[in-house]
């Protein structure tokens, strides 16, 4: 079953505007989350995580994200995008690698590709 | 700070010919990753390693052996290499007890 779900495959804005992906998850227990970031060409690096607490989390590069457990959300926000921003971006949610175990595994959404107008 | 890294960065193989993708990091993580990226599935686990000589099927083991005889060190090995292995193959590493993984650069594995 899919655990992360990411509905844009492709966004494009122009540089300057505010920037929303979606990132939608289903599991039942309190999830930890992730939204990563992938340049091309290189790996992915981690933007935000959520564990628990205030459910508005600040990342680097002026990215934050929020989540909403009645929508079963962690969307990831910028307020005004940057052209070094077009990259594509992963969410991410840790699953238990096998039932009843102790190891856990990321399970990644699909991904968004975002692309920046100058 | 090195942190991860993997060599070689680009790799072409021929079918059945046997090679071996290096992970070093120098962080002292217990748990260390290999995932495959490829257009259309994302990322999936290959095999992981809780720690030295520990290590476990992930979601795509089949035709992968690894191996983990040092902390810093996760080697990935395509035994017999086709052309459904080829790929980029990332690997990654997280500290226990926390849950965020670290990634390396990547491998873009071509096999002919």
């Known amino acids: 079953a899919q655990s992360v779900t990411q509905p844009d495959i492709h966004i494009t804005v122009s540089e300057g505007a505010s920037l929303e992906l979606r990132c939608n998850y289903s599991y039942g227990a309190t999830p930890y989350l992730f939204w990563y970031v992938q340049s091309p060409g290189q790996g992915l690096q981690l933007l935000l995580k959520?564990?628990?607490?205030?459910?508005l989390v600040q990342g680097i590069k002026g990215f934050e994200a929020e989540f909403k457990r009645s929508q079963s959300s962690f969307n990831l926000r910028k307020p005004s995008v940057h052209w070094s921003d077009a990259a594509e971006y992963f969410c991410a949610v840790v699953r238990r690698l096998h039932s009843g175990g102790s190891n856990y595994k990321l399970t990644f959404g699909k991904g968004t590709l975002l692309t920046v107008n100058p | 700070d090195a942190g991860i890294t993997q060599s070689p960065r680009y790799k072409i193989t021929e079918t059945g010919r046997q090679v071996t993708l290096m992970c070093h990091q120098t962080?002292?993580?217990?748990?260390m990753f290999w995932y495959r990226q490829d257009l259309g599935h994302g990322l999936r686990l290959i095999y992981y390693?809780?720690?030295?000589?520990?290590?476990d099927k992930g979601e795509v083991p089949d035709g992968y052996v690894v191996s983990r005889s040092k902390t810093e060190n996760f080697p990935l090995t395509l035994e017999s290499a086709t052309r459904s292995q080829t790929s980029v193959y990332f690997c990654a590493s997280r500290s226990h007890p926390t849950y965020e993984q670290y990634f390396g650069p990547g491998t873009r594995l071509t096999v002919t």
């Open positions: 962080w002292s993580h217990s748990y």
């Open positions: 390693s809780a720690a030295a000589d520990i290590t």
């Open positions: 959520y564990f628990s607490g205030d459910t």
